[in-house]
């Protein structure tokens, strides 16, 4: 695998690992359980069919160079025919080294595209100095990439998150913005243009460090939302690492619970209808106005379909 030199990425710039690979034979054995894993999401969340044209985004850090080199590998013995193309969003930011992704893509003959976008220079003019950047600079790079995209027929558009960006994020939802929701696996966008594919859905971060070193990708660290420490996400990364030390396998079985949703056993009237369960006889339920109110025989008989609002008082109530 070709290799060089960067400006930005010096051995000590990259996050240290647990476990280093020590010769040939774990190292061949760490690319089996990727491929393995990576194939299995493939396969159970149906993520790349016959002829799919996927579009691969490649930041130029150690997870997307690791997604671009297991799906190229599983191209060669994959049950379907499908095509991969890496696309990389030049953002201009001061002191990116535009030649290190180019070399390296062309070194590999993979096809490729570098989109060009200034977007760094919005997000510097826009967001106040000291705030995070992440939220804008996220939603400038995706609309890029979707135009990209949309404009050359592609049907799947291929992410490097990996198990522990889907653990991350659904605590970051849960802590910040009380709400059960994470990073699927497979998901369609709004507006029902691209399905977005994340192939390392099954693989660990540790994984991903030791093979990215033992391949020798050519990293480029993001010096504009990466560097910033007041990240939410970074806070809750480093709670999950603690908890990751104190019960090793803790990250593990979490994200194996992201993978079995009991409804019935949480408090979303929306996912599972808790009005018909032990409900006796056919009378209409009285809603959740008239129980406030004290009214509840004189109350309007109750929709199924219910959403909250909040009342003067500031409760959460019902409304159909």
């Known amino acids: 695998m070709h290799t060089m030199d960067l400006p930005l990425a010096d051995v000590s710039a990259r996050t240290p690992r647990s476990a280093p690979v020590a010769n040939k034979y774990q190292a061949d054995k760490l690319a089996k359980r990727l491929r393995h894993q990576v194939g299995r999401a493939i396969a159970d969340f149906g993520m790349i069919e016959d002829g799919d044209k996927v579009m691969v985004c490649l930041s130029g850090g150690k997870d997307s160079y690791t997604l671009l080199d297991v799906l190229l590998q599983l191209q ?40 060009e976008q200034d977007t760094y220079s919005v997000v510097s003019r826009v967001i106040p100095e000291g705030k995070t950047m992440c939220s804008l600079c996220s939603r400038l790079r995706r609309g890029a990439l979707y135009t990209y995209a949309e404009t050359h027929g592609f049907t799947k558009i291929a992410l490097g998150h990996h198990r522990d960006d889907l653990v991350n994020t659904f605590f970051l939802n849960l802590f910040f913005h009380a709400k059960l929701s994470g990073m699927p696996p497979k998901l369609l966008s709004d ?27 050519p990293i480029i660290p993001c010096n504009l939302c990466g560097s910033q420490e007041n990240l939410q996400r970074k806070q809750v990364k480093k709670m999950l690492v603690q908890w990751e030390k104190d019960a090793p396998g803790r990250i593990e079985t979490m994200a194996r619970a992201l993978g079995d949703i009991r409804p019935s056993q949480l408090s979303d009237p929306k996912l599972f209808d808790f009005l018909a369960l032990g409900k006796r006889g056919d009378d209409a339920l009285p809603n959740a106005h008239a129980w406030l109110a004290g009214t509840a025989a004189e109350a309007e008989p109750v929709a199924m379909a219910l959403h909250p609002v909040r009342n003067h008082d500031g409760l959460d109530i019902l409304k159909s």
């Open 76 to 115: 060669k013995k994959a049950p379907v025919n499908f095509s991969i193309t890496v696309v990389n969003l030049d953002q201009k930011q001061p002191g990116f080294p535009e030649h290190v992704l180019p070399e390296y893509l062309s070194s590999i003959g993979v096809d490729y595209h570098i989109i």
């Open 191 to 217: 507006d029902g243009k691209h399905v977005v594919i994340r192939p390392l859905a099954y693989v660990r971060e540790d994984d991903i460090e030791a093979y990215a070193e033992t391949k020798g990708f």
